[in-house]
């Protein structure tokens, strides 16, 4: 079992829709990811947070939201998205210094 | 050139083959290094952390050049659960990592 969990593990909207991607960790670590994938590509960074505050934010457009409610929760918020946004959007957390992640099993986000 | 390129593969090899990755980077200045699995449709999961002085982990050995700026992986006796793509990734310090683009095996009875 990941100790990394995110959901919904399918999610299919429409470009006028808002939803909500969620990950949450207990391992502890203070920093945590959103990536995006591309089918046959490696994970490309979205965005980074380090004790509960954005820290790197990889120039995504503000149609994608990032939101640290505290240090288990991760969340993205999804607005007016596009088909070519369609992904596996994965979450994961490290310890300190990065690196050594450990990813949740995805989310796959299909715009319609 | 990008800052992290890894042989491209695919490789396709007999079960008990021996079979190496190589992956080159090009930020001296890069922190840790480590090899992840990932298989299809499925999330990337860490395999091993790279060092300098060598790290095995049974059938598996991962080592780091920092004069080259290489690192490679290295599995011996393959079996057919090993197929899968696997990905180098280089940690800058400050949470940011690049990925390599993925090597894809697969072992063939």
């Known amino acids: 079992d990941t100790e990394v969990t995110q959901t919904p593990k399918h999610l299919v909207m429409g470009m006028t829709n808002k939803k909500s991607l969620k990950c949450e960790q207990h391992m502890g670590h203070r920093a945590m990811y959103w990536y995006k994938q591309k089918a046959k590509k490696p994970p490309e960074l979205m965005f980074v947070?380090?004790?509960?505050?954005?820290?790197i934010n990889e120039s995504v457009p503000s149609r994608f939201s990032p939101e640290c409610p505290n240090s288990s929760l991760l969340n993205l918020h999804l607005h007016a998205l596009q088909p070519e946004d369609s992904a596996l959007y994965l979450c994961?957390?490290?310890?300190?210094?990065?690196?050594?992640?450990?990813f949740g099993s995805g989310t796959r986000l299909t715009v319609v | 050139r990008k800052e992290v390129e890894q042989d491209p593969g695919p490789f396709n090899v007999p079960e008990g083959a021996t079979v190496a990755f190589n992956c080159t980077y090009s930020?001296?200045?890069?922190?840790?290094f480590f090899w992840y699995r990932q298989d299809c449709r499925k999330e990337p999961k860490l395999l091993m952390s790279?060092?300098?002085s060598g790290n095995e982990d049974g059938r598996f050995t991962a080592q780091l050049n920092r004069a080259s700026q290489y690192i490679s992986l290295l599995i011996r006796d393959s079996k057919l659960s090993d197929s899968a793509t696997y990905l180098c990734?280089?940690?800058?310090?400050?949470?940011?990592?690049?990925f390599g683009d993925g090597t894809t095996l697969t072992v063939k009875p």
């Open positions: 930020n001296s200045a890069s922190q840790s």
């Open positions: 947070y380090s004790y509960e505050k954005l820290s």
């Open positions: 994961a957390s490290s310890g300190q210094g990065g690196g050594g992640y450990t």
């Open positions: 990734v280089v940690n800058l310090g400050a949470g940011k990592s690049t």
């Open positions: 790279v060092y300098s």
